[in-house]
Nanobody, 125 residues
């Protein structure tokens, strides 16, 4: 059974930075896809970024391109989300999600079988 544990959320002022981590266990993370989604109060869960474990290919929602960077450490089974130039509209609970296949699309939540518990990111103006 895959388990995902997020960390790194918190409160930051607009323009600041945070780095989220997602540590995985329960399978061999040499293939498949891990992604970050976020959900703000009253809104649907939104795709943020994804990375292919094997190739390192990355995908981003337009609103975070140039500000967020997703990366992986295969040795640690961990994926990171470096978030720079944060804006109040980035405020949400951030979830990491995993699936053992690299198939596209990566932006649909229902395509991921395993989820972390979420970590709160709050950006003050």
């Amino acid at each position: 059974q895959v388990q995902l544990v997020e960390s790194g959320g918190g409160l930051v002022q607009a323009g600041g930075s945070l780095r989220l981590s997602c540590a995985g266990s329960g399978r061999t993370f040499s293939s498949g896809t891990m992604a970050w989604f976020r959900q703000a109060p009253g809104k649907e869960r939104e795709f943020v970024a994804a990375i292919n474990w094997r190739s390192g290919s990355t995908y981003y929602v337009d609103s975070v391109k140039g500000r967020f960077t997703i990366s992986r450490d295969n040795a640690k089974n961990t994926v990171y989300l470096q978030m720079n130039t944060l804006k109040p509209e980035d405020t949400a609970v951030y979830y990491c999600a995993d699936r053992p296949t690299p198939l596209l699309p990566v932006s649909v939540p229902s395509g991921f079988a395993s989820w972390g518990q979420g970590t709160q990111v709050t950006v003050s103006s």
